[in-house]
């Protein structure tokens, strides 16, 4: 029974406006060339500088210039911008469904009623 209630909630989200959405805007994102060499080069960037920091090292001011002005360059595209915004609501319709799970937990855990169907 959980499993397909839970089977159930994942087909409504995968259903849901905000997920379509976020779904939309990323696969936008994904078939973005200029976008997607952006945010490749900022990841090997954001990794290489992590690296120098667990070794105790702190990342050359050259290279955190580069982050930041890779970091502007993508944050001021329209479809990068887009695709946050798109998340960001996705990520708010997640809460609540959270938050609807715990409240049902809750009243779950001390109704005196007990349910197996």
Same mark, same amino acid.
């Given at each position: 029974?959980?499993?397909?209630?839970?089977?159930?909630?994942?087909?409504?989200i995968g259903q849901s406006t905000e997920y379509q959405a976020v779904k939309r805007a990323n696969?936008?994102?994904?078939?973005?060339?200029?976008?997607?060499?952006? $945010?490749?080069?900022?990841? !090997?960037?954001?990794?290489?500088? &992590?690296?120098?920091?667990?070794?105790? +090292? #702190?990342?050359?001011?050259?290279?955190?210039?580069?982050?930041?002005? $890779?970091?502007?360059?993508? !944050?001021?595209?329209?479809?990068? &911008?887009?695709?946050?915004?798109?998340? +960001? #609501?996705f990520d708010k319709i997640m809460s609540r469904v959270n938050n609807w799970i715990l409240d049902?937990?809750?009243?779950?855990?001390?109704?005196?009623?007990?349910?197996?169907?």
């Amino acid at each position: 029974m959980l499993e397909d209630k839970a089977i159930e909630l994942g087909r409504m989200i995968g259903q849901s406006t905000e997920y379509q959405a976020v779904k939309r805007a990323n696969d936008a994102l994904s078939a973005d060339r200029d976008a997607v060499a952006l $945010l490749q080069r900022l990841e !090997q960037l954001r990794v290489d500088a &992590q690296r120098l920091i667990e070794r105790g +090292e #702190n990342p050359s001011p050259e290279m955190e210039q580069q982050l930041d002005q $890779l970091l502007g360059t993508i !944050q001021s595209k329209a479809i990068y &911008q887009g695709a946050v915004a798109a998340q +960001e #609501n996705f990520d708010k319709i997640m809460s609540r469904v959270n938050n609807w799970i715990l409240d049902g937990i809750k009243r779950g855990a001390t109704s005196p009623i007990i349910t197996l169907g």
